[in-house]
């Protein structure tokens, strides 16, 4: 952050700077680790200006698609969207940024569409690890390790357990979330399940490791989040 604020405030035509810079904004806004009103105008001005600097980047296209999004203008967000997809159609990368961030928009139609567009979910059964990221984070993985086959997704509890944890999502609802994802994994057979962690003691080692959400600290658990993400795929 200091480095991309030094860039952008002596060189104003620094299209890196600038674009990393609206990605940063991106991120904490998804960490809470900023105050939210001067956040937006950030990101507002950041997004535009890294979009005027890198007209044919399909990151910039990304990252105003999604401060669009969050303005509300839906309409401009959808048509930034196709421009990013055009610019880079093979670009899987960009396109689950995309979809994480629609995710903590809340546009979760949307986000889903995209993320088969391009992961190619099989729809036999869904994929926890990209049909809601934030699950890869919860249990160590566990389960989203147990559920790559329809046998192992059915032996979790299926689409009812699916279902119930994206509604603990939807509803901010952390704690639900990580329980139910506990429990599931804990009423696997041992040959499907290597986890160790109760689901009481994995709700509170969660709470005493959490980050406070501080900007000194926002780097840091960007790069975090950035690293699980890339390892996921």
Known sequence: MDACQDRTQRYHDDALAHLHYAVWC???YMLRAEPTAALEI???RLALRALELNPGNALAHSIFALECFHRGDHEMGKLEIETARQVNPFDRTGGHLLAVGLCALRHWELAFTLLRDVAGLDSRYPDPLRAVPCLFYFR???FAKAARSSVQF???GGWETFGTLVSHCRADDC???IQTLSQAV???PANLSRNTLPASDFWE???QNAPKPATSSALMTTATATDTL???E
């Open 26 to 28: 991106l991120y904490a």
């Open 205 to 207: 080692n969660i709470q």
């Open 42 to 44: 950030q990101w507002h």
């Open 186 to 188: 804990d009423k696997l």
């Open 175 to 177: 704690k639900g979330c």
């Open 154 to 156: 059915a032996a979790l």
């Open 230 to 232: 890339t390892a996921s």
């Open 140 to 142: 160590q993985g566990e």
